[in-house]
């Protein structure tokens, strides 16, 4: 079988970055629209090939899935023998269980309609939950970012630094960063209060006079980078703060709350495109090469073992 590429409209630099680490130029793509907004894509010839469908399902959320799901149903019907699903970034990951009653299980309605229009595999990067591969009824391979964002901050990062997770869900990422790092580690305790807003409550470890580091799968609004900063600032940690996150959704009052904190850097992958912006402590690294050398194992059927998420 051949290889093919194919990039969706919200990941077009990374399907062309990590196609190219494969020696590959990525296969036509075309996503047109009806005057009401109704997409209508189109792929190239796939027929016999195995395919890798390259888009993150990051804002505009909805659109993003829709557009994937159509894709997804062009492969099939164009005649790809294989096809596995790229989803750097996992939107409705969040939605992995009912909060309160008459709510939807949105991880699980995903899984679902991706697998119904045509995935045979799903390769995604740092999902918000590991519980996401039991909603498939497909393979799932999940890798992470971690030694991308490790070798990224390795020079940087002062010897007395203290990684720290912003809540208890990012703890096992924490340990992940930290053992790479051989640095310690801090644990912020948070009470989220609505979608937007973020309390930090408690904090375990020693922080005084030490600079940190905040690692987290996502930054959204930036609400639990800002409750996590405070509370390590109030409690005697150096003003001199670095972020480094997987995935920078970054919607529009994250930028303001990030510049509103002693950052010394935000580090992100490119999982999500990204906006240019000004702010000299952002940079980006890529994952490129991790997807290539994930999508170029499973094509030669080699074990994946050491690229994925280990929880």
Known sequence: MTLQIVP???????????????????????LERFPDG????????????????????????????????????????????????VVPYFGYAR???????????????????????????????????AALEAMFT?????????????????????????VVAPDLGAVKLAEHV???????VAI???TRLSGTTVRATELIGDVQNRPVLIVDDM??????IEAAARILLARGAAPDVTVAATHGLLVPEAAER??????????????????PDPAPWMDVCSVAGLLADAIGRLHRAEPLDDLLLHT
């Open 219 to 224: 930054i959204s609004t930036g609400g639990t």
């Open 258 to 275: 990030l510049r509103a904190l002693p950052l010394r850097r935000l580090l992100l992958t490119d999982s999500i495109a990204l906006q």
């Open 38 to 85: 109704e997409l209508r894509p189109r792929v190239g010839t796939v027929r016999g090939d195995d395919v890798y469908l390259v888009q993150s399902t990051g804002p505009p959320v909805a659109e993003r899935l829709v557009e994937l799901l159509l894709l997804l149903d062009a492969c099939r019907r164009a005649g790809a023998d294989r096809i596995t699903a």
């Open 188 to 190: 912020v305790c948070k």
């Open 138 to 162: 497909i393979p799932v391979e999940m890798l992470t970012a971690v030694p991308v964002l490790t070798e990224a901050l390795s020079t940087t990062v002062p010897d007395d630094t203290v």
């Open 95 to 129: 939605q992995d269980r009912r909060a309160r009653a008459g709510e939807a299980v949105g991880a699980r309605a995903a899984a679902d309609v991706l697998t119904a229009a045509g995935a045979q595999r799903l390769l995604v990067v740092d999902p918000h939950t």
């Open 8 to 30: 969706g409209a919200a990941s077009r630099p990374l399907a062309t970055a990590l196609a190219r680490c494969l020696g590959l130029e990525p296969t036509a793509c075309l």
């Open 178 to 184: 930290a053992a790479r790092l051989d640095r310690p």
